[in-house]
T-cell receptor, first 120, second 112 residues
């Protein structure tokens, strides 16, 4: 079974703090994603990465950065936490669309359990 | 702009009945549509994927339909059980992209 592990289930931080959310997957997936989930807004993509050291902005990247130094680990960084970043953060991983000449075009995303972050 | 709509109100049904959840989209031409289940305080779990050239997909008590003319997917759970109570999310994706757009989800409650 694919396992995506997020380092914390609950976090409470102060405004202005630098916050690190860690995510590790054990299935050798190329793609990794960070979402936030808010009531009435659904899942919104913050950043995704399709390879080590590669990243692309999602729909709401402002106030966030990411780091992918190893294939299995994808970190989300809040440079200076603000109260409007209080949310549920979800990490996900998936296979690429193509590996070699083989289409893997299912793009099933495997999610972690989430980190509920409160910024006070 | 691209929009996905799922019924934001909770759906309550009696055990044993068929639950039908709806996912409508506009300004989007998805190649794939997925359904996920999410339990409170947990991450979504993949259930089914259906491609644009498929009308229907089944897996055990689950059935998904995809009508690209109506721009709608229906998700059915037959012989529903209290354990099926959860929030169900639809997600749309296009060819050649890693990105999916998720709906806000519909909360299903199956009453014993």
């Amino acid at each position: 079974d694919v396992k995506v592990t997020q380092s914390s289930r609950y976090l409470v931080k102060r405004t202005g703090e630098k916050v690190f959310l860690e995510c590790v997957q054990d299935m050798d997936h190329e793609n990794m994603f960070w979402y936030r989930q808010d009531p009435g807004l659904g899942l919104r993509l913050i950043y995704f990465s399709y390879d080590v050291k590669m990243k692309e902005k999602g729909d709401i990247p402002e106030g966030y950065s990411v780091s992918r130094e190893k294939k299995e680990r994808f970190s989300l960084i809040l440079e200076s936490a603000s109260t409007n970043q209080t949310s549920m953060y979800l990490c996900a991983s998936s296979l690429p669309l193509v590996r070699g000449k083989i289409s893997l075009a299912k793009n099933i995303q495997y999610f972690g359990a989430g980190t509920r972050l409160s910024v006070l | 702009s691209q929009k996905i709509e799922q019924n934001s109100e909770a759906l309550n049904i009696q055990e044993g009945k068929t639950a039908t959840l709806t996912c409508n989209y506009t300004n989007y031409s998805p190649a794939y549509l997925q359904w996920y289940r999410q339990d409170p305080g947990r991450g979504p779990v993949f259930l089914l994927l259906i491609r644009e050239n498929e009308k229907e997909k089944r897996k055990e008590r689950l059935k998904v339909t995809f009508d690209t003319t109506l721009k709608q997917s229906l998700f059915h759970i037959t012989a529903s059980q209290p354990a099926d109570s959860a929030t169900y999310l639809c997600a749309l994706g296009t060819s050649g992209t890693y990105k999916y757009i998720f709906g806000t989800g519909t909360r299903l409650k199956v009453l014993a």
